[in-house]
């Protein structure tokens, strides 16, 4: 199922996806624009930011859990001023969000195997629009290290097998024709470029 209005930036730490949101929230088009971001300001995604930030340890298993009911949260709750994506997008709004669904098929993926996060997100609607911010972990990593503290998963070896998995996740998504729009970027060109890129779709959907 496609949800309509519905537009996800996705890629590995260091990507650009933050930068590109907060270019689109000074732009013309923003009051047109929902914005949001995974894991939420609800309270499950709160305690998963203490997660990833090395201050709470969890079986993989648990955060893919956790991931999928802070998902559900952010889809159909009203707990935080960024849940309700459905409704948003019923109410004509496109709603931006920085991470969805398949980070946790990467992500998770990567630390517990296929199978449960696949599980656990089977159910989940697919935005409208995905865009794949494309990059080399080394260069995703040096971004990183300039914004400085690094996140329990912003470690070289980690990002590459993140990087090949949301590669590999993302050409299954092209190869199933669900309806999905993919656009990929090349996230190591200037911020300039991207946004130009991304302007041009989302004026499409507008």
Do not use: W
């Not at 624009?33 to 648990?62: I, Q």
């Amino acid at each position: 199922m496609i949800l309509k209005n519905f537009v996800v930036f996705e890629g590995i730490d260091g990507a650009g996806t933050s930068t590109q949101i907060n270019i689109l929230k000074a732009g013309e088009i923003k009051n047109r624009l929902f914005f949001t971001a995974e894991p939420t300001s609800s309270p499950t995604g709160k305690f998963l930011r203490t997660v990833l930030k090395g201050d709470v340890s969890l079986d993989p298993r648990t955060s893919a859990y956790l991931f999928a009911a802070d998902r559900a949260e952010h889809l159909y709750g009203n707990s935080s001023a960024d849940c309700g994506i459905e409704k948003q997008c019923e109410q004509g709004k496109i709603v931006i969000s920085d991470r969805y669904l398949f980070s946790s098929l990467t992500y998770q993926s990567v630390t517990c195997g296929d199978e449960l996060p696949r599980l656990l997100n089977s159910n989940f609607p697919l935005p409208e629009l995905l865009f794949f911010f494309k990059i080399d972990p080394k260069i995703s990593l040096q971004r990183v290290d300039r914004r400085g503290e690094r996140e329990i998963y912003e470690k070289l070896d980690f990002l590459q097998a993140t990087e090949e998995r949301y590669e590999k996740v993302i050409q299954e998504f092209q190869d199933k024709n669900t309806g999905m729009k993919i656009v990929i970027l090349d996230a190591a060109k200037s911020k300039e470029e991207v946004s130009s890129v991304i302007k041009e779709e989302l004026l499409k959907i507008l």
